[in-house]
């Protein structure tokens, strides 16, 4: 997807991914995931970060050039010298290490949700979800938890056509289903 693709039918090329995200952000998400190696993503584009420009080739050999003014987002969990080595990684000006949240943190995340969500909770649920979210060896909490446990009981309330609702059995069921084991 990061090369030119042609429509045999209609003989019409479709732009790669960077080209489509021009003046705007792509996003790689869960980085060192996907198909095609990190090194082979990373050489592909070493030039393009560099440079700000991109080279394509049309099936029959034409080479032509193209602005890459992208700002290209790579997330992961992998740590970043696994995936690359030094010099990519200098080419990639900004890091951000997004680190576990503390049980304040994590219940001022908590109640932001719910009050962006307009959902109803019981008094204690963030520090019952807290709970719930360090049992079973996890021994840290992300900031990521309260909106994704809030977004499992919007979804649940949906399919069983009714309103969300954030009582302790319910926080237990959309835990279990956010922490299920493979």
């Keep these: 997807m990061l090369d030119m693709r042609l429509d045999e039918s209609s003989s019409i090329y479709a732009a790669p991914l960077q080209m489509k995200a021009n003046n705007g952000i792509l996003l790689i998400d869960d980085f060192g995931r996907q198909l095609m190696s990190p090194r082979d993503l ?14 394509l080739t049309l099936r029959y050999g034409v080479k ?42 994590f219940d001022q995340i908590f109640e932001r949700v719910v009050k962006g969500r307009n959902m109803e909770a019981e008094p204690d649920s963030a520090e019952y979800l807290r709970k719930l979210c360090l049992r079973e060896g996890r021994t840290e909490l992300r900031a990521c938890y309260p909106s994704d446990i809030c977004t499992i009981l919007n979804s649940i309330g949906r399919y069983e056509g009714r309103p969300p609702m954030m009582t302790k059995s319910e926080l237990e069921r959309a835990t279990a289903l956010y922490f299920a084991k493979g």
């Design 42 to 55: 990373l050489n592909r584009w070493i030039v393009p970060l560099d440079r700000r420009v991109d080279y």
């Design 64 to 105: 032509f050039q193209i602005p890459f003014e992208t700002m290209v987002v790579f997330s992961t969990n992998l740590e970043p010298s696994d995936l690359a080595d030094e010099a990519f990684l200098r080419r990639i000006h900004n890091k951000i290490l997004v680190e576990a949240v503390d049980s304040h943190s």
